[in-house]
């Protein structure tokens, strides 16, 4: 398994990450019409995902959408794996930060923030990005993947300009041993949780859906500000995250308000441009007992 997963990645995808822009975004361009006109990759789940979560959208509308958004998908997997040998400075000219100081303000307080962001534009060049606009040490949640030869790969990648990362298993222990340290704790919360039970019921896009709920559960245990990073497509390859304070009380609020909170903010971001959704994905695969 090591051997073959070696092969691909320095006979295709090494050599891929080397390609220059603009040749990487015109094989991004054949891989379009790949994806979408040849194989219909994930075609189902796309377009009942964008009718169950658009229905004021006619047909014609939301064909316009998917094409949008199969041109951006094909766009972000190569953007993933340029950062293989991507340097810093590529990835830092090509994340626009806007309200940074309220990071710094915080980290002068000597306070940990927990930040919450989507599977939205693109989540992970703003990610590697983040130590050159934060004084904070900069910890990021992932999910090891099965491949021994990939996790590594992708350990290396995501970490290589100083970012922690923690398997989800560690969570708990990470924020237990540094919670007198000033970190910030990313999470990417969109996600669907292995256990509905143990997830929180919120209407999102017009649908019933079941969230995790880790960034309310640790920001209300460690009094930890929920800071929200807003990543927007500014254009092709440029992008821009936006941190807006969620809450600074996070002790103070209800169950389930922090949630249903980063929530809105995302449902928001999507509405204004659902293109860039990460629509592949069977979000909505739980049904809400009703019982």
Same mark, same amino acid.
Not at 120 to 128: I, Q, R, S, T
Not at 135 to 150: E, M, Q, R, T
């Given at each position: 398994m090591n051997f073959f997963s070696a092969l691909l990645y320095y006979l295709f995808l090494f050599p891929l990450s080397l390609l220059p822009e603009r040749v990487m975004y015109a094989f991004s361009d054949a891989l379009y019409f790949i994806f979408y006109h040849l194989l219909g990759y994930r075609k189902k789940v796309v377009v009942g995902n964008l009718k169950k979560s658009l229905p004021e959208k006619t047909d014609a509308e939301i064909k316009q959408i998917m094409k949008k958004f199969y041109r951006h998908f094909c766009d972000i997997f190569l953007e993933g794996i340029?950062? *293989? /040998?991507?340097?810093?400075?590529?990835?830092?000219?090509?994340?626009?930060?806007?309200?940074? @100081?309220?990071?710094?303000?915080?980290?002068?307080?000597?306070?940990?923030?927990?930040?919450? /962001?989507?599977?939205?534009?693109?989540? @992970?060049?703003?990610?590697?990005? +983040?130590?050159?606009?934060?004084?904070?040490?900069?910890?990021?949640?992932?999910?090891?993947?099965?491949?021994? +030869?990939?996790?590594?790969?992708?350990?290396?990648?995501?970490?290589? *300009?100083?970012? /922690?990362?923690?398997?989800?298993?560690?969570?708990?222990?990470?924020? @237990? @041993?540094?919670? /007198?340290?000033?970190?910030?704790?990313? *999470?990417? +919360?969109?996600?669907?949780?292995?256990?509905p039970d143990k997830g929180h019921w919120v209407t999102f896009l017009n649908q019933d859906t079941v969230v995790l709920t880790g960034v309310e559960r640790y920001a209300r245990q460690y009094d930890f500000p929920v800071i929200y990073g807003k990543i927007t497509k500014q254009k092709r390859g440029m992008y821009r995250i936006e941190y807006e304070l969620v809450t600074d009380t996070p002790q103070q609020t209800r169950n389930g308000e922090i949630t249903e909170a980063i929530m809105r903010i995302n449902e928001k971001l999507i509405l204004a441009a659902p293109e860039f959704y990460l629509w592949t994905h069977r979000r909505w695969k739980y049904k809400r007992n009703t019982v």
């Open positions: 340029k950062t *293989f /040998t991507a340097s810093e400075k590529y990835i830092t000219d090509r994340v626009q930060v806007v309200n940074g @100081e309220l990071l710094e303000n915080y980290y002068h307080q000597n306070r940990s923030v927990i930040l919450a /962001t989507g599977h939205y534009a693109n989540w @992970e060049w703003p990610a590697l990005a +983040f130590i050159r606009h934060s004084s904070h040490h900069a910890l990021g949640i992932y999910k090891p993947v099965s491949n021994k +030869f990939f996790d590594k790969k992708l350990q290396q990648t995501r970490s290589k *300009f100083g970012l /922690t990362l923690m398997a989800i298993r560690e969570v708990a222990k990470y924020f @237990e @041993e540094h919670k /007198t340290i000033a970190c910030s704790y990313g *999470f990417i +919360f969109d996600q669907s949780p292995s256990n």
